[in-house]
């Protein structure tokens, strides 16, 4: 004696039933690594160049890196006038550095955040670098100002530091 077989399954439509936090968090979840396979997480540089009447100032700064990560920021001041330049100050907004830790600068600065460069003669270029380990995540503005005598030249910064 042999059992009849079962009934067939009733017909069934495929249906994703998702809750509304999901239908918002489900592409979200996506959007992530694919976002990252792009780059739109990864650190980038900016530069920055502004010129005055006797200055020149062009800035290389980490527009985007990580915490507790290291960045170099560079900035380049040419005397444009035709005469020696005895004393070319550079100095960097408190604001902006004191986001960062373990700043370092070289050559050192002579008061707070400020680089003296001396006898700078025309047409000669010097560098100020300055190394910061990202501390305060966020989005941090500053601006670095070149001054000789009553000439001075500003450069905007906007470096974001990510979680």
């Given at each position: 004696?042999?059992?009849?077989?079962?009934?067939?399954?009733?017909p069934i439509d495929p249906k994703i039933d998702l809750t509304w936090?999901?239908?918002?968090?489900?592409?979200?979840l996506l959007a992530v690594p694919i976002l990252a396979l792009f780059?739109?997480?990864?650190?980038?540089?900016?530069?920055?160049?502004?010129?005055s009447g006797s200055i020149d100032v062009e800035v290389s700064y980490?527009?985007?890196?990580?915490?507790?990560?290291?960045?170099?920021?560079?900035?380049?001041?040419?005397?444009?006038?035709?005469?020696?330049?005895?004393?070319?100050?550079?100095?960097?907004?408190?604001?902006?550095?004191?986001?960062?830790?373990?700043?370092?600068?070289?050559?050192?600065?002579?008061?707070?955040?400020?680089?003296?460069?001396?006898?700078?003669?025309?047409?000669?270029?010097?560098?100020?670098?300055?190394?910061?380990?990202?501390?305060?995540?966020?989005?941090?503005?500053?601006?670095?100002?070149?001054?000789?005598?009553?000439?001075?030249?500003?450069?905007?910064?906007?470096?974001?530091?990510?979680?």
């Amino acid at each position: 004696m042999s059992l009849p077989s079962p009934p067939p399954p009733p017909p069934i439509d495929p249906k994703i039933d998702l809750t509304w936090k999901q239908r918002i968090g489900f592409p979200i979840l996506l959007a992530v690594p694919i976002l990252a396979l792009f780059g739109i997480f990864g650190e980038t540089r900016g530069h920055a160049h502004t010129t005055s009447g006797s200055i020149d100032v062009e800035v290389s700064y980490p527009a985007r890196f990580r915490y507790r990560q290291v960045q170099s920021l560079r900035v380049s001041v040419r005397n444009l006038s035709s005469l020696v330049a005895d004393t070319m100050k550079v100095s960097f907004d408190t604001a902006y550095v004191a986001r960062f830790s373990s700043v370092r600068f070289d050559p050192a600065p002579k008061s707070a955040y400020t680089v003296d460069l001396t006898d700078v003669k025309p047409s000669e270029s010097r560098l100020v670098s300055v190394e910061l380990w990202g501390q305060d995540y966020g989005n941090h503005r500053g601006t670095v100002v070149a001054r000789h005598g009553s000439d001075s030249a500003i450069v905007h910064l906007r470096t974001f530091v990510f979680p």
